[in-house]
Each structure stands twice: as C-alpha cells, then as structure tokens.
C-alpha cells in the first residue's frame, strides 16, 4: 500500500498565484517525520522542511507555508505568489522506523510549473 | 564544504557487467542510503546502512548489493546489471537522532544510469 500520496501529478500556473501542493500519508508509528523535499531542473534535491509528529503547529518561510494535520493525516505545502523560480517537482516523505528499522518512504512527485 | 559525492555521474554500460557506484560524506553522518528515481514513481530506497556493517534492504533491493565497511562511504554495486535498472540514483546521508529517528538527508548530485 503507498504509504505517501501525492494526488497531483501535474500543476501549471501563472506567476503570483497562490498553489497548495497535497501530501497525504500512512504510518502506524506513534513517532514519525514528514518531509518536502524540492527537485529543481537541474536535478539535486533540496531538503525543504522536517516536521516531527508531535509538532502540529504550522510554519511560514517567506512564501512558503506548511499545514501539518495529524487528524487527516495530511502534510499540505502553500506556495504564496509563486514565481517561475518554484518550478520544480516537489516531494513529500515521511520517516518511518519499525521493527529496528529506518526507512524514509517518498510520495510520486508532483511537478509545478509556474509560468511568467 | 559539506557534501555527499557520488561517481560516476553519468555511466553507460551493457548488461551483465558489473559496476560499482561509489558515494562519499564528510559529514560524519551514521545513516546513509541509496534511492533510484524513476518517472512516475518518485525515490525509491534501494538500501540503507544505519552505521557501520549495519545495512538493510529498502523498497527495492533486488539486483543490487552494498556495503558500509566505514563511516564515510557507501557503494552501490550491480553485480549483474539489467536494462529494467537504467535509472536516476541518488546516495544520501543523515545524523540519526536517539531513539532511531533522523534528520533530513543530504543528497548526492545523482548518477543517471543507462543499461543497454
């Protein structure tokens, strides 16, 4: 069963337009990290956020946002007035460590175009 | 400067010869993992190593092996590599937090692997 879900696959918009990009996950741990993780087109991936599943409260960075909640088991990622620079695939994660081991689990990807 | 590297970066080879992609931290980091990232289907862990001569399977462990003979690095071997491995692959390291928990990973620059 995927254990991360990234139910966009594909989003494009104009510049200066607000964008949320979902991550829904499973985990049965009790203790858990979720991630965003940015691969911009030159291809490296670039650690966005670290939320710890105790932490519900949710976080601003310039124009990036993030809403953690536990209830719906979601991990949603705003994108304030985007900017062409955004333009990337965006990934979602989540740490997992059962049974002595430690696994981080990545969602699909969703690729954002944001266009002049 | 902090850093995961990985070699080659770019390989073509043929089926059946082995091949060793080779990754390196200098950061000290006990975790350090191994991902393929394929379209459509995101990272997928391959192999991850908790510390030294520690190592287990991730998601997608058939046709490869590893090794964690020190700290520092991690190589990826393709005993006997077949077209369905053609890949983006990724070497990662992480600190691990008590209680078997970690960071977020550093990402090497990727090896984009094509087997004819």
């Known amino acids: 069963a995927q254990k991360v879900t990234q139910a966009q696959t594909e989003i494009s918009v104009v510049e200066k337009e607000d964008v949320t990009l979902d991550c829904v996950y499973e985990?049965?741990?009790?203790?858990?990290?979720l991630f965003w993780y940015k691969q911009p087109p030159s291809g490296e991936l670039v650690f966005l956020i670290r939320?710890?599943?105790?932490?519900?409260q949710n976080e601003i960075s310039g124009r990036y946002s993030w809403n953690f909640q536990k209830s719906t088991s979601s991990f949603n990622f705003t994108i304030t007035a985007s900017q062409v620079v955004d333009s990337a695939v965006y990934f979602c994660?989540?740490?997992?460590?059962?049974?002595?081991?430690?696994?981080?689990?990545f969602g699909k990807g969703m690729k954002l175009t944001v266009n002049p | 400067e902090a850093q995961v590297t990985q070699n080659p970066r770019y390989l073509i080879t043929v089926t059946g010869k082995k091949l060793t992609v080779t990754c390196s931290q200098n950061?000290?980091?006990?975790?350090m993992s191994w991902y393929r990232q394929d379209p459509g289907l995101g990272l997928r862990q391959i192999y991850y190593?908790?510390?030294?001569?520690?190592?287990d399977k991730g998601d997608v462990p058939e046709g490869y092996k590893v090794s964690r003979k020190e700290k520092r690095n991690f190589p990826l071997i393709l005993e006997s590599p077949s077209p369905n491995q053609t890949s983006l692959y990724f070497c990662?390291?992480?600190?691990?937090?008590?209680?078997?928990?970690?960071?977020?990973?550093?990402f090497g620059p990727g090896t984009r692997l094509t087997v004819l």
């Open positions: 990662a390291s992480s600190l691990r937090i008590a209680g078997g928990l970690y960071n977020e990973q550093f």
């Open positions: 985990t049965r741990d009790t203790t858990y990290y």
């Open positions: 939320r710890n599943s105790f932490d519900e």
């Open positions: 994660a989540l740490s997992e460590s059962q049974g002595g081991s430690e696994k981080l689990v």
């Open positions: 950061m000290n980091h006990e975790y």
């Open positions: 190593s908790m510390n030294v001569e520690v190592t």
